[in-house]
């Protein structure tokens, strides 16, 4: 989060690109327009986050477009799975849900003799979603913490296990919240639990299901249901809440703008992690596939995905970090 | 199990006559033996026996039925529906599903009163209907719902235009203008829509073209610079920087890779000539909202006027779209074009599969019952391999990931690939390893049925054969395995059967979501095992459970579902025609 805050502190004024309504997410129009180069061939093999599953694949569309003969492997089964990936040489894409763990980085570093890079591609809204009939308008940290979390690390003074308790009224008051998470592998999971949970534990009751559209599916057929996921993952049938970070604290609505200026509380990147030895140059196929996902279409394909594009400085600084400036 | 697809001389075919057995007879008896107990008379156990069968077969109809049903109608063209709300936002699309509900009081006391009286008076309950709305490059969102009580009507425009792109996912609208060149040719939509039909065809065909030069030609270029910049890497490995040979590979690589840059550009002028003849065209549509949207023709899949179809145009609209789904690569992160990598990778990996465990099977199965002598050692092997099919998939897929992937192939890859390093090439999931895991784990099957059909040839016959003077193996060759060649295809059939629905041990070891590069291609050497390929058991996966437009893939579950299980029923009947054929050319030659 902080990582998050001081990037994107650093660029909102340039963000908020003076569009008045947010209804059609843009692209930053500074952005580079990628033109291909010769010689590129090769696997482009990911194995990361399920978050950014679809996105690899729209971005492994796009790049294949331009360059036919490069094979593609994208697999998808949670953030936990990328670093792991990288250090055996399985793969050379980790997308990430969220920053590595110094755990993950000094394995790495003790493979290879530095640290993995980690590249932010796109914004992610982690959203908490509930059925579409339900009238709540929006929860604060603490009430979802007493929702999710068995330890309150967040200071409720006991749980919430009925909608009542989270001020509805009628038939929702007697009825039993029923939860749905990610699996342990996955980065939302993680990020979920570090953020709005104070670090605490998840209920045993939260279902965890392999994806993200698993539990905005659960949700979904679930009247009482309430879950966590990617805000690119929203259909029609779920309902994203407003949060705050205070019990009492303005309620934040998941819409673009406030992702971007920072003050919805579950912003985050979604990171690529590679492995770059610092100082060097990429091979053609990595570069290139960098420097498509930095580039306007690159961006577009994040927007296709219902996530939202980094700015023009941001892709700057990320390229820069690998060595790549023209 | 194998008991149940014995051929039928050997069941015996008295049950079928006792059921049968004439009802009245039955009747007969009852009448004289009034004293007996229910139990005795045996029938309370033929209605449950028969009622177990009766649960089973319901069962296998309605999951087949739902499937089909539901997998048979996604492609059905649907009209195109405009609702007007009572806002006035106008929302124009296809009513996917609908709903009743109960609104919440919050939203009830909201409404006017005549509406709420009306729910009222209908117990509270109200209607809602899912349309899909599509343009998502416009609105960010794919489907709306809208509650009955909230529209004021629905109309079906004449002119509503379904679009499917390349990208962006379906558009609704109506066309409004045809510009060639930038200029307006037509300004109806009837016009707009002769034109588009006049130039849609033509368009794609250069699209296609396009998109073979890129494969084809482009990919021929750069696997000529591929190949000599590892050749230069493995100079540099084997010999070292200062060494001759690095300086010959780096000439030769520099060589070709500015031959290749001529031939690039040369192709990339094909291209960007056809995009540029593509470009010409172009379409304008409006949508309901009164947006405009210019789309190029060569973005196009297919368009519809839905509201003017007639049957024939349903029809073949629906053939051209399954046609699309079987022979076509997926787009849009799966969610939309078709499945061949899919189906491709399904078929290769369970005939691969076979090919290895079939002779493995016979093999051990021909010493457990014709060689090893009987025994503590004997049996514990056979127990053990009764127990490994009891293990479940995903324990292999472990190990298939473990073992093949990691140690075998990754020693593969230091010896012999180094120069890819450290991009693996056999060190990850692939077809070869997905097809040994799988044989793996269907070698017991294979194992027991053998064996059982070994031990059901009769010992006579083999003792005939000693008599005569044959030896071991001249027996087991010409009289023990034609006997039992059925029983060995039976085994063969099932561990088919098994191997193609498995999908769990995939995950592990090369099903991947997106690979539309095929593992057997027309390039040397030809079969690509260290390929990773796309799985129809995964992709049913992958739609239903991490689809980022979860709606829009629902429909298309069912639909790989039930390609799924038209497949795995056409390779077990090919089995089947096969062991019949092999049955028929065994007992002719018999006697």
């Not at chain 1, 200071?155 to 342990?184: C, E, F, H, V």
């Not at chain 1, 009751?205 to 979904?220: I, L, M």
């Not at chain 2, 054969?465 to 029983?487: E, N």
């Not at chain 2, 592990?508 to 390929?531: N, S, T």
Request: positive net charge; proline residues 5%.
């Amino acid at each position: 989060m902080s990582k998050f805050r001081s990037i994107v502190a650093a660029v909102c004024a340039v963000v908020l690109m003076a569009a008045p309504a947010f209804a059609q997410v843009s692209v930053d129009p500074n952005l580079p327009d990628y033109t291909p180069v010769s010689g590129v061939v090769g696997n482009i093999k990911s194995v990361g986050s399920d978050t950014m599953n679809n996105m690899m694949t729209l971005w492994a569309e796009g790049f294949k477009t331009m360059y036919p003969n490069v094979q593609v492997e994208i697999e998808g089964k949670g953030s936990s799975t990328a670093p792991p990936s990288l250090i055996s040489a399985t793969s050379n894409f980790g997308p990430m849900s969220r920053a590595t763990k110094s755990k993950e980085d000094d394995a790495f570093e003790k493979r290879f003799g530095y640290k993995p890079t980690q590249l932010p591609t796109s914004i992610d809204m982690l959203a908490v979603y509930v059925n579409k009939d339900n009238p709540i308008e929006g929860l604060s940290f603490p009430q979802v913490d007493a929702i999710f979390s068995k330890s309150r690390k967040l200071g409720m003074a006991s749980s919430i296990d009925k909608w009542g308790q989270a001020g509805l009224t009628g038939a929702w008051a007697n009825a039993p919240i029923s939860l749905y998470g990610r699996n342990s592998a996955s980065g939302t999971y993680g990020y979920f639990k570090k953020h709005a949970l104070g670090k605490g534990d998840y209920r045993d009751s939260v279902k965890e299901q392999p994806g993200s559209s698993a539990v905005v599916q659960g949700v979904a057929s679930d009247k009482y249901g309430i879950g966590y996921s990617g805000i690119g993952y929203k259909t029609a049938d779920v309902k994203a809440i407003a949060l705050s970070k205070e019990e009492g604290g303005k309620l934040i609505p998941a819409t673009p703008e406030y992702a971007y200026t920072g003050d919805y509380p579950l912003s985050r990147f979604l990171w690529l992690t590679v492995n770059y030895k610092p100082g060097s140059q990429l091979e053609p196929l990595r570069k290139e596939f960098i420097k498509y996902i930095f580039s306007k279409q690159g961006q577009m394909d994040v927007v296709k995905d219902g996530y939202y594009p980094i700015t023009a400085q941001i892709a700057k600084k990320a390229l820069a970090s690998v060595n790549i400036h023209d | 199990m194998s008991t149940t697809l014995k051929e039928p001389q050997n069941t015996p075919a008295l049950p079928r006559e006792i059921i049968r057995g004439s009802m009245s007879a039955r009747k007969k008896a009852r009448g004289n033996r009034g004293g007996r107990s229910l139990l005795a008379k045996g029938e309370p156990m033929l209605w449950l026996t028969g009622g177990g069968l009766v649960v089973a077969v319901v069962m296998i109809i309605a999951l087949l039925t739902l499937v089909i049903i539901q997998g048979a109608v996604t492609f059905w063209p649907k009209p195109v529906v405009q609702f007007t709300l009572k806002d006035n936002t106008i929302y124009m699309g296809e009513v996917t599903r609908d709903d009743t509900y109960k609104p919440e009081p919050g939203v009830l006391n909201s409404l006017p009163a005549d509406v709420q009286a009306d729910i009222a008076a209908n117990e509270g309950w109200a209607h809602r209907e899912l349309v899909r709305t599509g343009n998502f490059d416009l609105t960010n969102t794919h489907f709306h719902w809208v509650e009955d009580f909230n529209s004021q009507g629905q109309t079906l425009p004449k002119w509503a235009t379904v679009i499917e792109r390349n990208s962006w996912g379906r558009f609704y609208g109506m066309p409004k203008s045809f510009l060639i060149d930038g200029k307006v040719v037509a300004d109806t939509p009837q016009a707009a829509w002769a034109e588009y039909i006049k130039y849609h065809d033509e368009v794609r065909e250069r699209w296609h073209e396009r998109r073979g030069l890129e494969k084809h030609d482009i990919g021929r270029e750069s696997r000529k610079v591929d190949h000599a910049r590892l050749e230069m890497k493995s100079a540099l490995l084997e010999h070292g920087k200062d060494s001759a040979e690095y300086r010959e590979a780096q000439a030769n690589y520099d060589a070709i890779e500015a031959q290749v840059n001529v031939a690039y550009a040369r192709i990339r002028e094909e291209i960007n000539a056809l995009n540029a003849e593509n470009d010409r065209y172009q379409l304008v549509m409006e949508t309901a909202q009164g947006q405009e949207k210019q789309l190029g023709l060569a973005e196009i899949v297919r368009a519809y006027p839905a509201n003017q179809l007639g049957l024939g145009g349903k029809i073949s609209l629906y053939l051209s779209r399954w046609w699309e789904f079987l022979s076509d690569e997926p787009r849009e992160a799966n969610s939309e074009g078709g499945v061949f990598p899919a189906i491709f990778g399904t078929v290769a990996m369970t005939l691969i599969m076979s090919v290895l465990v079939v002779p493995f099977g016979v093999l051990a199965s021909l010493y457990l019952r014709e060689y090893a002598k009987a025994g503590p050692m004997i049996s514990a092997v056979r127990i053990a391999i009764n127990n490994l099919a009891g293990v479940p998939s995903i324990v292999f897929g472990v190990f298939g990931l473990g073992f093949f992937c990691y140690v075998v192939g990754g020693t593969i890859d230091e010896v012999f690939f180094k120069a890819s390093l450290p991009n693996p090439t056999f060190g990850t999931g692939g077809l070869l390893w997905a097809a040994l895991t799988l044989a793996l784990l269907t070698l017991p099957v294979v194992i027991v049925s053998t064996e059982e059909a070994l031990a059901a040839v009769p010992g006579s016959m083999r003792e005939g054969s000693y008599g005569c003077g044959a030896s071991k193996w001249q027996t087991i060759r010409r009289i023990v395995l034609p006997r039992a060649m059925p029983g060995v295809m039976t085994g063969a059939i099932l561990a088919m059967a098994r191997g193609a629905g498995e999908v769990a041990p995939l995950m592990l070891v090369g099903a991947v979501k997106l690979a539309p590069e095929l593992p057997i291609d027309g390039v040397y050497p030809f079969l690509h095992a260290q390929r990773s390929f796309m799985h129809l058991g995964f992709h049913v996966y992958d739609l239903g459970f991490q689809s980022q437009n979860a709606e829009a893939a629902k429909p298309m579950v069912f639909t790989t579902t039930l390609l799924l299980i038209c497949i795995v029923a056409f390779l077990n009947l090919f089995a089947i025609w096969l062991r019949a054929r092999l049955r028929r050319k065994f007992v002719s030659s018999q006697f």
